[in-house]
């Protein structure tokens, strides 16, 4: 099934990070953090991903598309809002069966609501990429304790005169 994901992006870090006291330097790190997770999410998920950033009081005078790790970054003109950006591309797409709108803003919701688009909140996507990353922790733990147990370094394979024999030449 071919399936989009469209994340408001400065909505959604607001809502994750809510507790946490946003300067420049912090609001980089939870961008780039949130690339980074939307890119596994589409490694994962096999949906595409848009996220999008307003961009609204910038000097911008169009819009910027970026792709970093296969997720399109759209950064809104001067003057326009991220959520104009979401509402135009859902009622243009016609590409995609199912469009899944990330957002906590309660006008977004309603204006994007029509047959195939469905909206996540900003709590509800975060709690499905936390999990996420817990699966994929798990299966990177699982990978490394089989390829461990399953590992013999050239050591406990060699008896002890063929060990010496070795040791012999590696140093020569």
Do not use: C, P
């Amino acid at each position: 099934m071919n399936e989009l994901v469209i994340v408001d992006g400065y909505n959604f870090i607001f809502h994750y990070a809510a507790e946490t006291k946003m300067d420049n330097d912090s609001l980089t790190y939870y961008r780039d953090r949130l690339i980074n997770d939307l890119a596994g999410y589409k490694a994962s998920k096999n949906k595409d991903v848009v996220l999008v950033f307003d961009a609204r009081h910038s000097s911008n005078a169009t819009r910027t598309t970026h792709m970093i790790n296969q997720v399109r970054i759209i950064y809104s003109k001067k003057g326009e809002t991220a959520d104009t950006v979401i509402e135009e591309m859902v009622n243009q797409d016609q590409s995609h069966n199912k469009i899944f709108v990330v957002t906590s803003d309660y006008v977004q919701q309603k204006v994007v609501f029509r047959k195939n688009v469905y909206r996540l909140s900003s709590r509800e996507f975060g709690l499905q990429l936390n999990e996420l990353k817990t699966q994929l922790r798990q299966q990177v733990n699982q990978l490394n304790k089989q390829s461990n147990t399953s590992f013999y370094n050239l050591g406990a394979r060699l008896n002890k005169k063929d060990w010496d024999d070795f040791t012999k030449i590696r140093n020569n």
